[in-house]
Each structure stands twice: as C-alpha cells, then as structure tokens.
C-alpha cells in the first residue's frame, strides 16, 4: 500500500509519542521533528508507511541511544495478556466454531499496537466489546476451505501482549489440523512494540510453532529486507496469516495470496478497505 499525505503528520505524531516513550527531554524531542523534516523530501508517497517508519523509529533510537525504548511496555503488555488467556479460551470454547473464534480472538488483539494507537489500551477495559465487534469484512469460508488441505502455515506476527491472543489461534489450530506445520514469524530486531524473539519465547509461541525472525526492523513485511530463511517461507507456505495494519500496508499489493487479520485503526487502512475504524477483518486477497 503506498503512503498518502495523510502519513505525513502521522509520523510527526508518531515521533513525539516515541520519544516521550524513550524519555527524551523537549529539546531532544524537537530536534528528532528537525531531523525528519529535512529528511521529508525523500518520503516517497509510492513508498509503504512502514518504510518511511523504519526511518522515524531508527532516529528515535539513534537520539536515544536505547535500541528497544518500548522494551518495558512489551513486557507489561505480555504479562497482561496472558493474564487474560482463561477468558479468551472462555470464549474460544463456548462458541460452536472454535476456530472462527480464535480468529476473532486474533483480529481482537490486534488493537495492541502503539505505532497506530495515541495511548496504551487497557486491555481488561476493551476485551468484552472487541471479542463481540462486527466483523465487516470476514472470509472465514475461505479460510477454512483452505486450511483444510494446508500442510504449511506462517504466521506473521506483529506486536507485543497480541502476540498471546495468536497463542490462542495456534493453539487451537494445532488440535484441530496436528500436521499443519506452523512457522510464527517476527521482527528481527526492535521496532515500535512489535515482537521479536525474545517476546514470542516469553509467552510460548514456541510451543506451538517454529519462531522466526524477519531479519529486519522495519514496522511491516518489506521484502526485499528479511532474510533468505523468511523469503523462502513466505514463497512456499500454504497458508500466509498476516497480522497487523503495518504487514498489511507492505503487503497488500503482493503477487500471493495472503489472510490478513486486523483491526483498522488508521483513517488511510479505513479508505483503503472501506471499512470504518474499529472493524475486525479477516480478509482473503489472492
């Protein structure tokens, strides 16, 4: 998906919010705004959000000096959402289709995402009314045509304390089809919240699939930046879930079929699918 005018002050908002994130002073805030704004020229609008992000998130760093500022906020992240696994596993198995259900479990934690998101969720707060939101756009049919004959799975990951609600999907996809192979693929390096090796491990994504990492620290799927051992996975995979507005905008426009699994927080994703802001998406692009 290319970049609109709309992206621009968004990634001004973006930098603030970071670099309060990583305890920068004022001043040090201001001249990250400096910093991108001589380099605003060079934003190409034929160019994916998160690439131009990569940018903004590795000046944050860099001014910084702290190559992962969000590392605390995952980690808390983390621990809540696994406090609240017996709920989600409460609604996964008092529906009469548990897999549609650990779908919209899945769709539900991705509004954990504090690149699209101006505060912190309050994940007790949210929980009831986004496992029961509409669903707008939900190629569930398709889905489940699909897995049946899948002997390969990847899932791309994106951001911290979401990361457990794919648990629950994992979990529930290896009772259903054990011999689907399933590779759970992460940042490379920090970026934003999104989750890398580190916080996949902590919470058990392990157990259900091989972790992998992306090689890369951009905040979506840029492919011509991970990794061989992605690339060639992502080529050869049955089934791609990608999860998150940040793989989204990468991959949208990819010569494959693809499940991309959201919740649309932006106003740009919302004109892209014409669907209104808070929507859950399960949508099948092939």
């Known amino acids: 998906m290319r970049s609109y005018l709309d992206c621009i002050p968004c990634f001004f908002e973006q930098a603030i919010r970071a670099g309060r994130m990583a305890d920068l002073s004022d001043e040090k805030i201001l001249e990250l705004l400096h910093r991108i704004g001589e380099n605003l020229r060079k934003i190409k609008l034929s160019d994916a959000p998160p690439k131009t992000g990569k940018f903004v998130y590795g000046l944050v760093n860099e001014i910084s000096g702290n190559s992962d500022p969000y590392r605390k906020v995952k980690i808390e992240q983390n621990r809540t959402a696994v406090s609240l696994l017996p709920k989600l596993f409460d609604f996964v198995d008092s529906s009469s289709d548990r897999l549609n259900s650990a779908l919209k479990v899945s ?3 991705n509004i954990i995402d504090l690149g699209a998101q101006k505060q912190i969720v309050d994940l007790n707060g949210f929980l009831d009314k986004v496992l029961n939101i509409e669903h707008r756009l939900w190629n569930y049919a398709e889905f489940l045509d699909r897995i049946k004959s899948a002997k390969t799975l990847m899932i791309l990951g994106d951001n911290a304390g979401e990361i457990v609600f794919d648990k629950v999907l994992l979990s529930v996809i290896k009772e259903l089809y054990p011999k689907i192979e399933i590779i759970y693929a992460v940042r490379g390096f920090p970026t934003i919240n999104d989750a890398t090796n580190e916080d996949a491990i902590s919470v058990g994504i392990d157990k259900f699939a091989k972790v992998l ?3 890369s620290n951009a905040p979506g799927t ?6 061989k051992e992605f690339a060639s996975n992502f080529e050869k995979s049955d089934i791609i879930i990608s999860k998150g507005q940040g793989n989204y ?9 693809i499940f991309f699994v959201m ?3 932006c106003e740009v994703v919302e004109r892209h699918l ?3 802001s808070g929507s859950s998406v399960l949508y099948y692009k092939h």
């Open 222 to 227: 840029l492919l011509d930046e991970v990794s």
């Open 107 to 109: 769709a539900a934690g």
């Open 213 to 215: 990492s992306n090689g």
């Open 274 to 276: 014409g669907l209104p």
């Open 263 to 265: 919740t649309i927080k």
């Open 249 to 257: 905008e990468t991959l949208d426009d990819v010569n494959r079929d």
